[in-house]
């Protein structure tokens, strides 16, 4: 067996998410179905996460083992040859055996991107609109409080309950490029709708709908019914994974 590693590039606008799901169109779903094609076997990848229907990425990772022995510029031309076109294969590599696209990362980046102004007919599904005057210095500050390890149950999503909570985060930061704002988090790894839920937070602090102080507060009492919002899903994007 020959254990592989895909770098994928996709527009999720039109999917209900990565993860396999029954009568849905999934990223996951494709690929396989694609792949098993191809090498002429059943084949199942593993991603480093899920994502959510309408979140992007420029970097997912994905795993799967075959016995086929087609090369991989080969298996990433047929591929990219029969996908939609909001799928894209960037790499495909030969790794050892002991890869797990999810288990061997070590740490994820995404992007929050949110348009100060109503965004055009070809941003619109990438850009998060918020219409509302924000306080970007008081959002940055709020931002530097999700820095190191902390137990982040305030920002799991409603309903969920993992068993590990805890979390560490190296990077939380906002920049700013003409009407456009843009949340980059790194951490070594998230819970489900954790970013959308700190991010759905700080904009309502920007707007002045929450205190100074909310995230740390937050944080100490773990309370997701006193946390903001979950922001939507288009403006969230997959930045990397590191291994």
């Known amino acids: 067996m020959t254990n592989f590693k895909l770098i994928i590039e996709y527009d999720g606008t039109h999917y209900s998410g ?3 799901q029954p009568h849905q169109k999934t990223i996951q779903q494709e690929i396989e179905r694609r792949l098993s094609k191809i090498l002429n076997e059943k084949i199942k ?3 480093s996460g899920r994502t959510d229907a309408g979140v992007h990425a420029l970097g997912q990772v994905a795993s799967f083992k075959t016995t086929s ?3 991989p510029p080969i298996i990433k031309k047929a591929l990219n040859s ?3 076109k909001d799928i894209r294969i960037k790499s495909v590599s030969k790794v050892d055996k002991d890869f797990h ?3 061997s990362a ?3 980046t995404y992007r929050y991107q949110i348009s100060l102004t109503e965004p055009g007919v070809f941003e619109r599904y990438y850009y998060n609109y918020i219409p509302y005057k924000l306080n970007l210095p008081l959002m940055k500050k709020e931002a530097k409080d999700l820095l190191g390890k902390h137990d982040f149950k305030c920002f799991e999503a409603s309903g969920r309950r993992a ?3 805890v979390r560490i985060i190296s990077k939380a930061n906002f920049t700013k490029k003409g009407n456009k704002l843009y949340f980059t988090i790194e951490g ?3 819970l489900y709708n954790m970013v959308r839920n700190i991010i759905g937070t700080l904009i309502e602090i920007g707007r002045g709908k929450f205190p100074k102080g909310t995230i740390k507060e937050l944080i100490k009492t773990k309370d997701r019914n006193k946390a903001g919002p979950t922001a939507k899903a288009c403006g969230l994007v997959l930045v990397r994974v590191g291994y």
């Open 18 to 20: 990565w993860q396999i």
């Open 45 to 47: 990848i593993n991603g």
């Open 69 to 71: 022995i087609i090369k």
């Open 82 to 84: 029969l996908l939609d």
């Open 101 to 103: 696209a999810r288990f």
């Open 106 to 108: 070590k740490k994820k």
């Open 163 to 165: 068993k590990d909570t």
């Open 188 to 190: 070594n790894g998230f």
